[in-house]
């Protein structure tokens, strides 16, 4: 087996093969409004976003949420993207990026903080499910780290070691997730974050998923 064959990818959802970072900055604006925050801009989000969304909140508001702030705009948030999430489309190439890897005899799957009954659907409605051995949505509350629900997806994977898989996402904690497990990973700009908050991660920074798909193929073990 060639050693291009042995690289396992894990793709995030939101922000990475689903362009949907216009939707997430309207949902949130319409959350915010509803405890009374002033709309944030593109630019100052990817600058200030973290998880868990409780600390990204205090950030904008010097201060952390109240628990009843919080179960507002969680709830508010998830029923706005829902609406906005339908004029959302696939990020440009990754039907072809999925198609050939797989094609390759490559193995990949998708991990996502979205919840797990409502990304199942979605995923099948953009006609790519096929491509993945394994999609796995949250299971848990929202709002938290990719970290734990890396290390049982990974280990869900069978036969695919940690030291094989690359993980592609648009968010830090997308590679700190990596990092907890063994993996590697390559974060991609089009998502959460800005450069500049991306590359204290320290793993490589790209601006197409492409880019991403050719350096995770020169991942080597």
Not at 92 to 119: D, F, I, K, N
């Amino acid at each position: 087996m060639g050693k291009h064959m042995t690289t396992h990818l894990v793709w995030d959802w939101n922000g990475t093969l689903l362009d949907d970072i216009a939707a997430v900055i309207g949902a949130t604006n319409a959350a915010f409004a509803e405890i009374g925050l002033e709309s944030i801009t593109l630019a100052r989000y990817r600058e200030l976003y973290c998880v868990p969304i409780p600390l990204f909140y205090e950030r904008l508001m010097g201060r952390l949420p109240t628990d009843e702030e919080w179960e507002v705009m969680d709830e508010a948030f998830h029923r706005h993207y829902t609406a906005h999430r339908i004029g959302c489309v696939l990020t440009t190439g990754v039907e072809e990026l999925l198609r050939e890897w797989r094609s390759a005899g490559r193995s990949q799957s998708l991990l996502s903080m979205y919840g797990h009954e409502e990304l199942l659907p979605v995923v099948r409605g953009y006609g790519i499910e096929p491509h993945f051995i394994r999609v796995e949505g949250r299971t848990g509350p929202s709002g938290g780290s990719k970290v734990a629900h890396m290390a049982r997806h990974v280990a869900a994977l069978g036969g695919v070691g940690p030291e094989r898989v690359v993980v592609i996402g648009d968010a830090v904690d997308d590679a700190v997730a990596a990092a907890h497990v063994g993996a590697r990973a390559v974060l991609y700009t089009g998502g959460s974050h800005s450069r500049g908050s991306l590359e204290v991660a320290g793993v490589p920074v790209v601006d197409t998923l492409a880019e991403a798909v050719l350096l995770a193929q020169r991942m080597q073990v």
